[in-house]
């Protein structure tokens, strides 16, 4: 779902929005996001989960085509945990990839601008 899709939700669903007013409120809630995890604050979301922005440590890792050794730069790393509620949703509905019951969730890291998403 891209962000176009959820002002169009707000629009149509909960009315009493124009489409311009949708989607400035899609902005003001995802820079409200931000501004959060930027301060090191956690986002807890009732029935959803959790949102926490972590920072790892410089470590050792191996270049996987050259086998050298190498360094890995800190970084931020975003992580979500989905609610217990949220996963019995998403299982009752028969998701396969929610199946496994790992409940590890889905990692976000964020290195200078690009964004990796890892499935746990």
Same mark, same amino acid.
């Given at each position: ?6 002002? #169009?939700?707000?629009? *149509? ?5 124009? /489409? ?6 899609v902005?003001?809630v995802?820079e ?13 979301? *009732?029935?959803? @989960? ?6 790892? /440590? #410089?470590?050792?890792?191996? +270049?996987? $085509?050259?086998? #050298?050794?190498?360094?890995? !730069?800190? /970084? ?7 609610? $217990? ?6 299982? $009752? /509905?028969?998701?396969? !990839?929610? #199946?496994?019951? !790992?409940? !590890? @969730? ?5 290195? *200078?601008?690009?964004? +990796?998403?890892?499935?746990?």
């Open positions: 779902m891209t962000k176009a899709e959820i002002v #169009q939700a707000l629009y *149509s669903k909960v009315g009493g929005f124009s /489409r311009k007013e949708s989607a400035e409120l902005d003001l995802f409200m996001m931000k501004e959060t995890l930027g301060n090191g604050e956690k986002i807890k979301v *009732s029935g959803f @989960g959790n949102f926490v922005l972590r920072d790892k /440590r #410089q470590r050792p890792g191996r +270049n996987p $085509q050259t086998g #050298q050794p190498i360094k890995i !730069s800190e /970084r931020r790393v975003l992580t979500f945990k989905a609610s $217990q509620i949220l996963k019995q949703a998403l299982n $009752q /509905r028969g998701i396969p !990839s929610m #199946q496994n019951g !790992s409940g !590890s @969730g889905v990692t976000m890291t964020a290195n *200078s601008g690009d964004t +990796n998403v890892a499935k746990g």
